[in-house]
């Protein structure tokens, strides 16, 4: 004979551990949202005038670490994270067993190489990434902490700087994507950025491509198409020619206020990011 009075009990009992489970679901949603929307932060000299040679995963992990900055803080902090949450803020594969050494690979080719900033004096200077990196293998933790020299370009800025949401990179899967968001991110405002193509690929790192229509290609328009599909930005390019050859490109951008382009976009970039993909080396 059933005993309805434990039947209820245990029913009570069942129902609040689920919710409990739905409530815990919810808050880790809820904090992975806002991890995703933090905002990046930049002067546009870190931007406009640097060079540097990144891998998509690598210029990530900056800009995830970047976005930890906060508006009120006067230093550099340490920053300490896990390796797995860093993953899913990415929309990676937590699970993978070899996440972190792909992270201490990544890591590793961030500080082997160098960014050279353009100085108003004239003048360039050598940068590196982080003063230094600490790494736990037992509990997939890393301690972070980005170069002092950083220090002007990425704390305390009132004016000259842009700053775009986390979220719009994390969907990119090319260094060219990112990259170029960046650039015409500092110059939205102003509708529309000529380039000189040499200029351009220096800035993109992208020399490797001697050929136009290799770097039309590999560059201009992969890029494009991700910035566009993935990103808060409309963007479309026209090349001049001069003597039968294209020597600049002209971009048109536009920041996407139509409500249902703006949720395609936000679409484009869960489908991606929420497929758990796997790390990949940088090798």
């Known amino acids: 004979m059933i005993n309805f009075q434990t039947f209820h009990i245990q029913l009570i009992f069942a129902i609040y551990d689920y919710a409990e489970v739905i409530f815990i679901k919810i808050n880790n949603y809820r904090e992975l949202s806002e991890a995703r929307n933090y905002k990046v932060v930049k002067a546009n000299e870190l931007i406009q005038q640097s060079r540097f040679n990144l891998q998509a995963q690598e210029q990530k992990i900056i800009l995830y670490l970047i976005s930890k900055i906060k508006s009120e803080d006067i230093e550099l902090k340490e920053h300490t994270f896990e390796i797995k949450d860093f993953c899913k803020v990415c929309g990676l594969d937590d699970d993978n067993g070899k996440n972190y050494k792909n992270i201490k690979d990544a890591l590793k080719g961030i500080n082997d190489k160098s960014i050279w900033i353009s100085l ?115 963007v479309t390019y026209d090349l001049i020619k001069e003597s039968r050859k294209y020597t600049k490109v002209e971009f048109s951008m536009k920041r996407k206020e139509d409500l249902d382009e703006r949720i395609e976009t936000l679409a484009n970039i869960n489908e991606i990011i929420n497929s758990k993909k796997k790390l990949r080396g940088t090798t």
């Open 120 to 234: 108003e004096n004239g003048k360039e200077a050598i940068l590196q990434w982080f003063d230094y990196v600490i790494m736990d293998p037992r509990g997939g933790v890393v301690n972070i902490k980005i170069s002092d020299r950083m220090k002007p370009y990425l704390l305390q800025l009132e004016k000259r700087f842009t700053e775009y949401q986390l979220l719009y990179t994390l969907g990119m899967k090319s260094q060219y994507s990112i990259r170029l968001y960046e650039l015409l991110k500092s110059y939205e405002f102003r509708h529309k950025k000529l380039f000189e193509i040499e200029e351009l690929k220096m800035r993109l790192s992208a020399e490797i491509y001697n050929r136009f229509p290799d770097f039309r290609r590999y560059v201009l328009e992969s890029a494009v198409n991700e910035i566009n599909r993935l990103s808060d930005l409309t």
